[in-house]
């Protein structure tokens, strides 16, 4: 089966971690990603679990962001709720199920 091309023109990412003083600390930016449908079983499943994903995006495959970093799009904020590294694509990306966070939430930038 032939691998399906990934784009990455929906915009840029930039990916924080949450310091001890609950604070944004960059750990890596610039990542440029493309959007994704959110599918009706991820849907679903997120409905069961009394959750949501209010945005799916792909980025060029970092094996090193991982679920509760902070995800920044043209300043609004996302918890990542999951990761998912898919080799079968070209280039290989990871995927990311983003919850937005309420205005309440937001943390600081350090």
Not at 19 to 30: H, R, W
Not at 44 to 52: G, I, L, N
């Amino acid at each position: 089966m032939k691998a399906k091309f990934e784009e990455f023109n929906d915009g840029i990412v930039d990916i924080y971690n949450v310091n001890d003083e609950d604070k944004l600390e960059k750990a890596k930016s610039g990542l440029r990603f493309g959007n994704k449908n959110i599918g009706v079983t991820r849907h679903y499943a997120a409905r069961a679990a009394d959750t949501r994903v209010d945005r799916v995006i792909h980025i060029l495959q970092q094996q090193d962001v991982k679920p509760h970093q902070v995800a920044v799009i043209a300043g609004e904020q996302y918890d990542i709720d999951k990761t998912d590294h898919l080799k079968n694509t070209l280039p290989p990306v990871t995927k990311l199920s983003l919850i937005k966070f309420e205005k309440h939430r937001e943390r600081e930038f350090a």
